[in-house]
């Protein structure tokens, strides 16, 4: 079974505008983190925003918040104010707590373009 | 600070050659990871460094292999090279690579296999 799905491989979205990312993970660990990146077309993974499976608020990074619904097992990524700049691919990335599986599981990402 | 860092940026090399490429941390960081990007398999972990020992290793033939110096740079090498090798190498940082660190990634080194 796939850990973490991205079920949009793209999205459109009009400048200004807010979108929202799907993403949802498959887990038994009651410790894990979720995590968010953007890769532009030059390649580099940049890190936007991280949530903790214990965490109980939701993550906020500026124009970035993480919609964490536990039971639902999402982590869904709201861009609010969209920029030209933020067309990239999205990934959702989760890192489970337990033994030595701590590497990053990346799901297949959201190809975001932004229009003007 | 500095980010993370990769050389090379670009390679080219033929089928049966090997390649070593290069990877500085964050400074204080000192788990390094790699991953392997391609367009049909996506992003998938090749192994994690932390103290100059390997903590973790994805499901990746013998040919891949890596080695972390006590300065917590690392280098992956990949012998005896084939075309499906092909890939954006990406190497990640994080501070003890505990669940709650976040990976920062360097900007990758692109691997063409012809």
């Known amino acids: 079974a796939q850990k973490i799905t991205q079920t949009q491989p793209g999205m459109f979205v009009q400048e200004k505008e807010a979108v929202t990312l799907d993403c949802t993970y498959d887990t038994s660990d009651q410790s894990y983190g979720l995590f968010w990146y953007k890769q532009p077309s030059s390649g580099e993974m940049i890190f936007l925003i991280y949530q903790g499976s214990y965490d109980e608020q939701n993550a906020t990074e500026g124009r970035y918040s993480l919609n964490f619904q536990k039971a639902r097992k999402s982590a869904n990524l709201v861009i609010s104010a969209s920029q030209l700049g933020d067309s990239a691919m999205y990934f959702c990335?989760?890192?489970?707590?337990?033994?030595?599986?701590?590497?990053?599981?990346f799901g297949s990402g959201t190809q975001l373009t932004v229009l003007p | 600070k500095a980010g993370v860092t990769q050389t090379p940026r670009y390679l080219i090399k033929t089928r049966g050659q090997q390649v070593t490429l290069s990877c500085s941390p964050i400074?204080?960081?000192?788990?390094v990871s790699w991953y392997q990007q391609t367009p049909g398999q996506g992003l998938q972990f090749l192994f994690e460094y932390f103290s100059e020992t390997q903590r973790n290793k994805g499901n990746f033939p013998g040919r891949f292999s890596g080695r972390q110096f006590s300065n917590s740079r690392s280098e992956m090498n990949v012998s005896t090279l084939e075309l499906g090798d092909s890939a954006l190498y990406l190497c990640a940082s994080s501070l003890r690579g505990a669940r709650t660190d976040t990976q920062y990634f360097g900007p990758g080194t692109r691997l063409t296999v012809l």
């Open positions: 400074s204080g960081h000192r788990s």
């Open positions: 990335a989760m890192r489970e707590g337990t033994g030595s599986a701590r590497q990053l599981t």
